[in-house]
């Protein structure tokens, strides 16, 4: 498992090559504020070695962050992240890898009929319900997600994952009123602090896409603050002394600033807040995704903001807004191939933007 003596090693090992607080403090340790998402690729042998390749060579260049998930890829990235870290001339100790549960994987390819595969691996295995599953393809189910802290770490081949996320859980509100799905929420929640007990994983966070980032009247809401209520009462309900909720995972980039602008969140005060400041006032990691958005700000960045930013490519300008926005622990983009790992690897050479900068972004 990463641990503080291990990360603080990795600083030590890297640190001087990089810009002002790229390593940022995560649990007992620290964490690259750069890490590297497994999200896109076609589930091939060819994608799987083009990964392993990246992922190593990130390793060994400064970047101690992983992040997938139990569908990325049909299982392929979970696999070749362990992989990864297996290979790589780094310790295990010095690498946080994050994964996430609750859409349904398949298992390397996709299957012929994948609505026949859902039932015979889910519904009739008894790892959910009917009503639990929405869209065909997505439930936080705690026997499902007890299931695929299992699967995640035999695909991986590690005994110990630093970060598990509920993936999507606003997913289910297409099925279940809002009451509903909190009380799933916790119910899964349940699940991973027990597994957290178990030293299975390290702690675990919510990874959205829409719930923390839009009103409070939209289809998709979560609230953060009753998310952050439900773990406490999970923690409560298993017997461990204090929630293990460390980390909240949304999309933000210079086109998707609503985490930051978009003031749906109360605080203890009564105030509204945007998710986060509200993760920063109360001790949440902030992963973002989608930091790139999807390759689009790669190649075009609005002049008017590109002209306030750092790094020598428009990749390395539109990671670096991301990781200098407030409480932001570290912004995720893909590694589609060793270049793009060092142009990414480069970014963090940089200083993240002053608070006035990257208050002019949005001026």
């Known amino acids: 498992m990463a641990t503080g003596r291990g990360t603080w090693a990795y600083r030590d090992r890297f640190g001087d090559s990089f810009g002002r607080t790229f390593f940022r403090r995560f649990g007992p340790g620290v964490v690259s504020s750069i890490g590297i998402g497994t999200y896109l690729g076609d589930p091939t042998d060819e994608?799987?070695?083009?990964?392993?390749?990246?992922?190593?060579?990130?390793?060994?260049?400064?970047?101690?962050?992983?992040?997938?998930?139990?569908?990325?890829?049909?299982?392929?990235?979970?696999?070749?992240?362990?992989?990864?870290?297996?290979?790589?001339?780094?310790?295990?100790?010095?690498?946080?890898?994050?994964?996430?549960?609750?859409?349904?994987?398949?298992?390397?390819?996709?299957?012929?009929?994948?609505?026949?595969?859902v039932r015979e691996t889910v519904l009739d295995a008894g790892l959910a319900a009917a009503d639990e599953l929405a869209h065909g393809s997505h439930t936080i189910a705690p026997t499902f997600i007890d299931e695929m802290v299992d699967r995640s770490l035999d695909l991986t081949g590690l005994d110990h994952i630093d970060l598990y996320y509920l993936h999507n859980p606003e997913t289910q509100l297409a099925v279940a009123d809002r009451d509903t799905v909190y009380d799933r929420i916790e119910s899964a929640f349940e699940v991973l602090e027990r597994r957290v007990a178990a030293d299975d994983i390290g702690r675990y966070g919510v990874?959205?896409?829409?719930?923390?980032?839009?009103?409070?009247?939209?289809?998709?809401?979560?609230?953060?603050?009753?998310?952050?209520r439900r773990a406490e009462q999970a923690a409560e309900t298993v017997g461990n002394d204090e929630s293990s909720l460390d980390a909240v995972q949304l999309p933000f980039n210079v086109v998707m600033a609503d985490a930051f602008t978009v003031d749906a969140h109360e605080t203890d005060d009564g105030e509204q807040t945007s998710?986060?400041?509200?993760?920063?006032?109360?001790?949440?990691?902030?992963?973002?995704?989608?930091?790139?958005?999807?390759?689009?700000?790669?190649?075009?960045?609005?002049?008017?903001?590109?002209?306030?930013?750092?790094?020598?490519?428009?990749?390395?300008?539109?990671?670096?807004?991301?990781?200098?926005a407030p409480g932001v622990t570290a912004a995720l983009v893909g590694a589609a191939s060793p270049e793009h790992v060092a142009e990414n690897v480069a970014a963090g050479t940089f200083d993240p933007l002053g608070a006035r900068s990257f208050d002019a972004v949005f001026e």
């Open 275 to 324: 998710a986060l400041w509200y993760a920063h006032e109360h001790d949440l990691d902030v992963f973002t995704s989608a930091s790139l958005a999807q390759g689009d700000l790669s190649r075009e960045i609005p002049e008017s903001v590109n002209e306030l930013l750092t790094g020598e490519t428009l990749a390395q300008r539109a990671l670096n807004f991301s990781r200098s």
């Open 47 to 117: 994608v799987d070695e083009q990964y392993r390749e990246s992922l190593v060579l990130a390793l060994e260049s400064g970047i101690n962050l992983l992040d997938t998930a139990s569908n990325y890829r049909h299982g392929r990235s979970e696999r070749v992240v362990g992989e990864a870290v297996r290979e790589a001339d780094i310790d295990r100790d010095a690498i946080v890898v994050a994964s996430k549960a609750g859409f349904v994987p398949f298992d390397r390819t996709r299957p012929e009929n994948p609505a026949q595969y």
């Open 207 to 228: 990874a959205t896409w829409e719930a923390f980032r839009v009103p409070e009247g939209h289809d998709s809401y979560l609230s953060l603050p009753e998310v952050v």
